[in-house]
């Protein structure tokens, strides 16, 4: 008897055991969806990975093309020698010699026109950081949405364990039921047993329940790039909005949209890369300017010191005539990329809108089910309240009983999940249509 009395306070211990530490509420933290949201985007990896590569391409953007190269250099060098030379009267003549070379210059190189090359190369750079800026949103958007699927998700499993605690509380009961009448000799023994064997089955799947959402939790903790075992808490829960009209959805999706977005930066980057592969075929004008200063010492007759310094300056022009096809071909390549980056768009833009077509429906049918399996629900919690009376008093069998318990169970499981699944189909929706932000 007292196996089976610690056996019901263990089941109890599960049910009020708390789901992320185990321990006393009044000491953790409640979050909210906002405050992980908040989290997640101070310091998850990928969002600062990101945001890295975003400066980088922020850096990119220069006036770097329309402005000159300015450049200064400066060298010096010596030399000594012995030289050994015999007269006609044969006597050796030693001379000794030396010398010291220093130039110093600096020198300008201005492109002035390049086929218009340079403004191409600009428009590129900032193209870039449009498509940079897109791709940023996206992964923002990506991650509140895994932080919102998340979030929900452990709603909806600690209303799944409450549930179950519910369970457990009418398996007891029943247990009680059953061992009592097993004492006093009006119940079977057998009937007893299989009560067990459902309490025990049912204090099982609450345990299991608890320890799935202690992983869901550090699954959240590690979006959010906190310590996995803080002492934070989700009380909320789970209200989908008004239904989401279709054809505001659609239009946001091609305005807004930031895959679709970054997917036309795209586009218009291949296209400025055909302007700058046709500017090679014209003419390249440079101008440049320098000054030098030049310094010479010699031991050598007649000059031994030699100075020079001055200014100078010019303008050149190459113009291409032929390059064995190769500017052709850079230009007809560019021209296929260009048709590809067209193409991608319009394919991107088409699965998108077949993907946002076909998870509206999806959407239509969880929050029907919504409504649907409430009915149902409380249906099966009256028809359980009855047969808890009925199986008290004796005039229904455990099995039966056992059926129309799992019967509530399995109702109020199923409109948890259409709940869950339709807010999660109204939030991939809003990212899908570019609303998240």
Known sequence: MAIKRKLYILAIAFALFNPLTGQNSQNIEHLTLEGCISKAMES???????????????????????????????????????????????????????????????????????????????????????????NFRAMSENLVM?????????????????????????????????????????????EQMQAKIYLNSDSSSLLQATENIKNAYIELFKLMNIPLNSKYAIKDTIIPEPQLNV????????????????????????????????????????????????????GYFPSRYNESNGLNWGFSISIPIFSGNEI??????????????????????????????????IYQYHLRMIEFEEESRQAALLNLEAARERYRIGSLSGIEFRDIQLSYLNSADRRLNAIYQAKISEITLHLMAGELF
């Open 247 to 298: 054809e505001n959805l659609v239009k946001n999706a091609e305005e807004k949209n930031t895959t679709l977005l970054a997917v036309k930066a795209g586009e218009e980057i291949a296209k400025l890369d055909t302007k700058i592969a046709k500017a090679s075929r014209y003419p390249v004008l440079d101008f440049s300017a320098g000054y030098n200063y030049n310094l010479n010492q010699s």
């Open 146 to 190: 895994k932080i919102s699927a998340q979030y929900y998700n452990i709603i909806s499993m600690q209303n799944r364990i409450k549930l179950l605690d519910e369970l457990v509380s009418i398996s007891r009961e029943r247990y009680d039921q059953a061992l009592l009448k097993y004492n006093i000799g009006s119940g079977s023994g057998l």
């Open 328 to 361: 052709n071909r850079r230009v007809s390549n560019a021209k296929i990329q260009q048709e590809n980056a067209r193409l991608n768009y319009e394919q991107t833009r088409q699965e998108l809108m077949s993907e946002l077509q076909q998870l509206y429906n």
């Open 44 to 134: 998850n990896f990928s969002i600062l990975i990101s945001g890295n590569n975003l400066k980088i391409i922020r850096n990119n953007v220069t006036l770097a093309p329309f402005l000159p190269t300015l450049s200064a250099s400066s060298r010096q060098s010596a030399n000594s020698g012995v030289q050994r030379n015999i007269n006609e009267d044969g006597e050796r003549v030693r001379t000794t010699t030396s010398g010291n070379s220093v130039i110093n210059g600096a020198n300008l190189n201005w492109r002035l026109f390049d086929g218009l090359s340079m403004f191409a190369t600009r428009e590129k750079q900032e193209e870039l950081l449009r498509q940079g800026e897109f």
